[in-house]
């Protein structure tokens, strides 16, 4: 009996995306966007999800959310041109005008264009060739050491650089309509101000504020719940309780 | 600067100015603080007509007073003064984690700015109409000197920057009263999406003017970096617009969309031509509003032939106004010999000075033909018609959602080490003989035997010495070369017949004895252990 209500009362996540996709289908793209919520509350991450939900959110004319959901999918998959191309539209849109900001490790910079699963998948598939190598050096002619163990480091790079992506969230989107970027955590000279969608780097938080930094070097602080991170693990922000004056 | 003074009470609340006097078109802080308490949401103020109130962010403080620990919420307003005039801000009242709490009224007062600095909005003359682009301009004098200006054009439902049109800024100056004023213009194109009464915000100037060095201060290696400046904010006043629906009355079937200004010229590269020959017709449209997504119709008639090119629309600023042209190009092919005559093309439009729509004609365009008919056809099919026009950009959007089946979750690389399981084990087993510790290398000792005895005396010793300890060994089941004289009494009843051969083969190895006997006394007791 309790598992038939909770079967009704929640619905599995193929469910979810149907029904959204009929919402979306006749218009009601809040319902839509709230199915492709739950979703993603249900821990099934995937790109379609973040793009569908971003496309429902624009739809809303909530431009900060969607251009975070599409953020988010674009870290999932980095070379999906719709991805891409949906986020150039915004970017258009956005009153600030920044460079995209790229939050791929310095020394792996090749994982602007791989998800973290395709960064993990090649780097041991690297490391397991250089393995395979070693462990057949006798039957093979010359001296396949040096290539097996540079495919080995090589792999350490590309695997270590995936890793270390997927524990950064240092890439946000200004969630409100204009934010206020000050010199100090209280107080402090106001520096400058952004705006709905902007794209910023995320570095340290502190009592609920967080420092920013722009492509072009200006930092600052902001109030964290005016942002939204880019790791697609990150709990969704409801756009409906951000409205806010900023 | 924090404004609030730590006058402490339980669970107040106080509303603070920066200052008490403002000019107008300056911006300060007005601070709302909530001691000992909380809200669910930042409070609202009303303001009076004449000032502007924009939430700007709220923070936490903590103090001790008087051994007491105390938190104050406060909340941050930008304040800008629109017109001079005395005002009074409150009171406010909130509903707060302790109930009810009030901050008292306070007063202000807004002077008149100096008439030589003033920030002005303008958007031309005539009626607005739905989805027409007009020109807002912002326009600023000052004889003060200025360092940068940032400009913010108003942002409000019910309008949009216009895409197609870059803004423009301009400076210039002039002299008043012996006095130079340096002036600077925004021209920020803007459409207006809906109908309705509308009200557009002042835009906003922020201004950095350079402030007077003292005299100890000296420019450091001539580079003048240090210099004080003094920020300033003006706002300029909301425009109410009223904005109207395009008339439904007279609209023709073929209304292209385009409100504003319009002319229409056509042009063609030649007028004398053989069949088969190509001549381009260029029609050109110049107006005073984007033009980008305008079709024009298409050119029909007989004896020719027709491919369109992709237009080519432009739009800019000029001189505080939008010009705007657009260029189609079409590839007329003849096809017949004779005047072909390239008929006119018409394109209404809607005229927002006169309020109604309109239409414009580019001339009739006629080309004297010479050849056969028959060479048209063999031109048809000899040459290449030109190339195929592109799709029609009608207007962008978003790429469509995603309805295929439900995806499962995206790869995180958490199974990635079972790619390094099969080198592993390759390797690990190429390893594994080299981790092993290694067996003894067997030696291959000739086999000794009572019946083959080495012929050489002391050779032949030797054989029936290694011969006798084997046997013994075996007996005892240790190794050889660990055998002590000491065992030899674990035999039992072979003990002493062992004891007596142990004794004649030292005494034949280090002694010299003769070994004559010993060797059936060895073969004797070999066997009787066996």
Redesign the interface.
């Known amino acids: 009996m309790i598992l038939l209500l909770c079967s009704l009362l929640y619905a599995s ?2 469910e979810s ?2 029904q959204a ?1 009929e919402a ?1 289908a006749r218009g009601d793209y809040g319902a ?1 966007a709230t199915q492709y919520r739950e ?1 993603l509350q249900q ?7 973040y ?2 939900l971003g ?2 959110l ?1 739809r809303q004319n909530q431009l900060g959310e969607a251009v975070l959901a599409w953020r988010r999918a674009a870290v ?2 980095p070379r999906d041109p ?1 991805i891409q ?2 986020l150039a ?2 970017r ?1 849109k956005l ?1 600030d005008d920044l460079a995209p900001v790229d939050n791929s490790p310095w020394f792996a910079p090749w994982q602007s264009f791989l ?7 090649l ?3 690297l ?12 039957r093979l002619p010359g001296s396949p050491e040096a290539p097996a163990a540079l495919l080995f480091a090589l792999g350490t790079l590309v ?1 270590g650089g ?2 270390l992506q ?1 524990r950064r969230s240092d890439a946000g989107v200004v969630l409100a309509e204009e ?2 970027v000050s010199s100090e ?3 402090g000279v ?1 520096l400058f101000r952004l705006h709905l969608g902007a794209e910023v780097e995320l570095g340290e938080r502190v ?2 504020y967080c420092l920013i930094r722009l492509p072009d070097g200006r930092k600052g602080w902001v ?1 964290e719940d005016k942002l939204g991170s880019v790791d ?1 693990r990150a709990p969704f922000p409801a756009g409906a309780n951000r409205a ?3 | ?2 404004l609030w003074i730590a006058t402490v009470q339980a669970a107040s609340l106080q509303l603070q100015l920066e200052r008490r006097e403002l000019v107008e078109g300056q911006t300060m802080t007005a601070q709302l603080v909530l001691t000992d308490a909380t809200v669910a ?2 409070p609202e103020i009303s303001v009076p007509d004449g000032l502007q109130l ?8 903590s103090f001790i007073n008087n051994f007491r620990s105390s938190q104050a919420l406060i909340f941050s307003y930008e304040l800008v003064a629109l017109r001079p005039g005395s005002y009074t801000l409150g009171p406010v009242q909130v509903e707060s984690s302790v109930g009810k709490l009030k901050a008292a009224a306070v007063s202000l007062q807004v002077s008149a700015r100096s008439s030589s600095e003033r920030l002005v909005a303008t958007l031309g003359e005539g009626d607005s109409y739905e989805g027409q682009v007009r020109v807002y301009q912002l326009h600023f004098e000052t004889a003060r000197p200025l360092v940068d200006a940032v400009w913010s054009p108003p ?1 409000a439902p019910g309008f949009s920057p216009e ?1 197609a049109v870059e803004p423009m800024q301009a400076k210039d100056s002039r002299v008043d009263g012996g006095t130079t004023l340096a002036i600077h213009d925004l021209y920020f194109p803007i459409r207006f999406a809906a109908a309705g009464k509308r009200v557009v915000p002042g835009g906003v100037l922020q201004a950095r003017f350079a402030l007077a060095r003292s005299r100890q201060r000296q420019p450091f290696f001539g580079l003048d970096r240090f210099g004080d400046v003094q920020e300033e904010i003006f706002s300029a006043e909301p425009l109410p617009v009223v904005v109207k629906a395009l008339p439904t009355e007279g609209r023709p079937a073929d209304f292209s969309g385009f409100i504003g200004q319009l002319s229409l010229s056509a042009v063609a590269s030649a007028t004398q031509l053989s069949v088969g020959d190509t001549v381009t017709i260029q029609l050109n449209l110049s107006g005073n509003a984007p033009l980008a997504g305008i079709k024009l119709p298409a050119l029909q008639g007989s004896g020719f032939k027709v491919y369109d090119d992709q237009p080519v629309a432009e739009a800019k600023l000029v001189a505080g106004q939008i010009v705007a042209t657009a260029s189609y190009k079409r590839a007329v092919v003849a096809q017949q010999p004779g005047t072909l005559e390239i008929p006119s093309v018409s394109l209404s439009y809607f005229d927002p000075i006169t309020g109604a729509y309109q239409n414009v004609r580019s001339a009739p365009i006629l080309l004297n033909v010479s050849g056969t008919a028959s060479s048209a056809q063999v031109a048809s099919f000899a040459e290449k018609p030109p190339a195929a026009t592109e799709v029609d950009v009608l207007g ?19 199974w ?15 390893l594994l003989p080299h981790l092993r510790p290694r067996p003894r290398e067997v030696v291959a000792t000739p086999t000794l035997s009572l019946d083959n005895l080495p012929a050489q005396p002391e050779a032949r010793l030797a054989a029936l010495d290694l011969i006798f300890r084997q046997a013994i060994a075996r007996r005892l089941g240790t190794p050889e070369e660990n055998l002590r004289r000491e065992q030899l009494g674990a035999l039992g009843e072979h003990a002493a017949a062992a004891e007596q051969v142990y004794r004649a083969l030292e005494a034949a190895r280090y002694r010299g004895d003769s070994p004559d006997g010993l060797e059936a006394s060895v073969r004797r007791i070999v066997e009787q252990l066996q």
């Open positions: 996540p193929a995306w149907t996709a979306a839509a979703l821990n099934v991450i995937h790109e379609d999800i793009y569908n496309n429902s624009y999932l998959a719709d191309a949906n539209f915004a258009r009153r998800s973290v699963g395709e960064g993990c998948y780097g041991a598939a490391m397991g060739a250089g393995l395979v190598i070693l462990g057949l050096r006798r695997w995936a890793l997927d934010v206020s955590l209280s107080g106001e009592g609920g109030l697609p806010a004056p900023g | 600067m924090l949401a930042p924009r939430f700007a962010g709220q923070k936490v403080s942002e895409a962008e959007d978003i790429l469509p959602l995603r309805t295929a089946t439900l995806p499962s979750a995206s790869p995180t690389g958490s990635a080490w079972i790619l390094l399981i099969p080198g592993a084990g390759l390797l690990l087993a190429e």
